[in-house]
């Protein structure tokens, strides 16, 4: 695996203000074409002005915080690698299933519907479901939006897939990053992309790492306070037909202080397929993915090791002609 660089080169990111998504046809239009630069370059931009208050982001971390600082014991009732819980929580990928451990500690559960889920939430700390759900709630307004413009700028019609996406999946992964003594050759998480359709995350501090596919280096993630960041996932390259690229990304760490990271994912339904959009397919632009569901994936990362960084998703969608 390669090793971190803590001193990389910050990437040349668009920060979208989403407030001019709501303005008139001529800030949209722009914002739109920032968001189709954003997804073709790196898959991946921040976004501000997303009406997510900072009491609900502080509050989130707070519980988040207070989770991870509970007994290990407690934890341990909620310890499983089995990737198909809809609650668990460990401290790799698959514990005691990957050849390396990595340097955090996560709990991971689905959020949507909320009351589906939620009475499966840790009971403690003991506002962790009001506070945590308020959350999921915000960002799953501010996910949908998000999509909305993503499709729209890839000049679909605004209502493609919105209704299924807005009644598909969100998993939430909640991520503890404790202090390392030796983060030049640690890391959080090994390099991956998202399975979903899109990421959205909120961080404490900085930490996170982006593939830049036009120099194939690392670039470093700049911390905006109140910032959310969006990544495009698997099923979004998929959708596109490759015009827009699934983020890779790693989680690097930090001498001194920890970093508390809550990672929205968004994606169809557990057993719906994504597949490319018609609209894209042509003569000149071949289809080069095949469908896929939430479900497949996670049949794939029961039975794949991903403690290398070579092994995502994406990569066994692709039509061979194609990858």
């Known amino acids: 695996m390669h090793r971190p660089n803590l001193a990389p080169q910050y990437a040349n990111l668009a920060v979208i203000d989403m407030a001019a998504l709501k303005n008139?046809?001529?800030?949209?239009?722009?914002?739109i074409r920032e968001i189709r630069d954003a997804c073709r370059r790196l898959g991946f931009f921040q976004v501000v002005n997303h009406g997510v208050s900072e009491s609900v982001l502080d509050e989130a971390l707070t519980v988040?915080?207070?989770?991870?600082?509970l007994p290990t014991k407690e934890k341990m009732e909620l310890m499983s690698n089995d990737v198909h819980k809809p609650v668990r929580c460990g401290t790799s990928i698959k514990d005691g299933v990957d050849k390396v451990q990595f340097w955090r500690v996560f709990l991971k559960h689905y959020a949507h519907p909320l009351k589906d889920w939620v009475h499966m939430w840790p009971e403690n700390p003991k506002d962790y479901r009001e506070k945590m759900g308020r959350y999921c709630q915000e960002v799953k307004k501010v996910g949908l939006e998000v999509m909305k413009a993503i499709i729209e700028s890839l000049e679909l019609n605004p209502s493609y897939i919105t209704k299924e996406i807005e009644d598909g999946m969100q998993v939430m992964a909640v991520n503890c990053y404790p202090p390392c003594p030796q983060p030049e050759i640690a890391l959080g998480l090994p390099p991956h992309s998202d399975y979903s359709c899109l990421t959205i995350l909120y961080q404490s501090c900085q930490g996170l790492q982006i593939m830049?596919?036009?120099?194939n280096t690392w670039k470093?993630?700049?911390h905006i306070p109140g910032a959310l960041q969006v990544h495009v996932g698997d099923h979004f390259e998929v959708l596109s037909n490759g015009l827009y690229k699934s983020v890779v990304h790693r989680a690097t760490l930090n001498r001194d202080s920890t970093r508390i990271s809550l990672t929205s994912l968004f994606s169809l339904g557990m057993d719906d397929k994504m597949e490319t959009?018609?609209?894209?397919?042509?003569d000149q632009n071949p289809k080069k993915y095949r469908e896929s569901s939430f479900r497949d994936f996670l049949d794939f990362l029961s039975t794949n090791d991903f403690s290398e960084g070579n092994n995502n998703f994406i990569d066994i969608l692709k039509i061979k002609?194609?990858?």
Do not use: C, M, Q, W
């Open 64 to 69: 988040a915080s207070k989770f991870f600082d």
């Open 277 to 282: 959009a018609k609209e894209l397919v042509d």
């Open 220 to 222: 470093a993630i700049p």
């Open 212 to 215: 830049d596919f036009e120099d």
């Open 321 to 323: 002609n194609y990858n």
């Open 24 to 31: 008139g046809s001529t800030s949209r239009s722009h914002v």
